[in-house]
């Protein structure tokens, strides 16, 4: 697998050989965010425990594209941002492991306010 800054480099070549980077102001990059995320729940919705497992089987590369074009817009977003996206998602990560420490996390749905 490649890593973030590989894909941010495809990303971006693929957006500027288009001439599409005047298109891309963060509020439009963020709807589209959204749009992607939405169509990842379209695999999910309407469908039951037992029917969610059987169509996952059957169409896991098509949820997988979906997945792929919500990483495209978050990659594009933080590289436009000048968002360093892996040293923030390290960081991110350190404050949920206070917020969920294992020992009173572990198997609960809890929000962290109420563990």
């Known amino acids: 697998m ?4 590989e894909f941010i480099k495809q990303i971006v070549a693929f957006r500027d050989a288009r001439d599409w980077k005047q ?3 963060p509020k439009d990059c963020a709807i589209s965010l959204s749009l992607e995320a939405s169509e990842v729940l379209e695999h999910f919705q309407w469908k039951n425990k037992e029917e ?5 089987q059957t169409n896991k590369n098509d949820i997988g594209e979906e ?11 933080s590289h436009d941002l000048n968002i360093d996206i892996g040293k923030i998602f390290d960081s991110k990560m350190k404050k949920n492991n206070e917020k969920y420490p294992v020992e009173k996390a572990k198997g609960q749905n809890k ?3 109420e563990l």
């Open 2 to 5: 490649a890593n973030i800054d």
């Open 23 to 25: 298109f891309h102001n």
């Open 52 to 56: 969610i497992e059987k169509y996952i």
């Open 67 to 77: 997945l792929a074009d919500v990483l495209y817009w978050v990659l594009l977003m």
């Open 111 to 113: 929000k962290y306010t």
